[in-house]
């Protein structure tokens, strides 16, 4: 069972690697130099957005909470890989609950593929599929 170990571990540190990235790309300021984003950011500050229940939040505040939420996701799914390692005969629901973790990856890999950068596209998407490699593995032990 060294190798599911291994596959594992990889991914959570992949899956890491990505949040840490992530991260600290939500919190970095604009460069001035960047005048057009800088008056994207403007406008999405200023611009209020009614919600169906609760007070009307600003784009640049739901952005902000959807980036934070993205971290914390990602935080809790690199964790969950090395949880996943620390397992002996990962069976039943442990194996079931990694498939579903790792799909969940493989989605974001997707999405940022299509919409973001490519590094945390890659990180994720091998991360997810070594989490299905381990979890296939561990199926037939």
């Known amino acids: 069972m060294k190798q599911p170990k291994f596959l594992l571990r990889t991914a959570g540190v992949l899956t890491l690697l990505t949040c840490l990235g992530?991260?600290?790309?939500t919190?970095?300021?604009?460069?001035?130099?960047?005048?057009?984003?800088?008056?994207?950011a403007?406008?999405?500050?200023?611009t209020l957005v009614?919600?169906?229940?609760g007070k009307a939040q600003t784009y640049a505040d739901i952005f902000l909470g959807n980036?934070?939420?993205m971290s914390v996701f990602?935080?809790?799914?690199?964790?969950?890989?090395?949880?996943f390692s620390g397992k002996d005969g990962l069976v039943g629901v442990g194996r079931r609950l990694l498939t579903l973790n790792s799909l969940g990856a493989?989605?974001?890999?997707?999405?940022?593929?299509?919409?973001f950068f490519p590094v945390p596209a890659a990180f994720t998407g091998i991360a997810a599929l070594l989490g299905l490699t381990a979890a296939r593995g561990a199926g037939r032990a």
């Open 42 to 46: 403007a406008v999405m500050k200023a």
């Open 74 to 83: 990602l935080f809790v799914l690199g964790l969950g890989f090395f949880f």
């Open 27 to 40: 919190f970095m300021p604009i460069p001035a130099k960047e005048v057009e984003v800088v008056k994207a």
């Open 22 to 25: 992530h991260t600290a790309g």
């Open 106 to 115: 493989l989605a974001i890999s997707v999405l940022s593929a299509l919409f």
């Open 67 to 69: 980036n934070i939420g």
């Open 50 to 53: 009614p919600m169906p229940v």
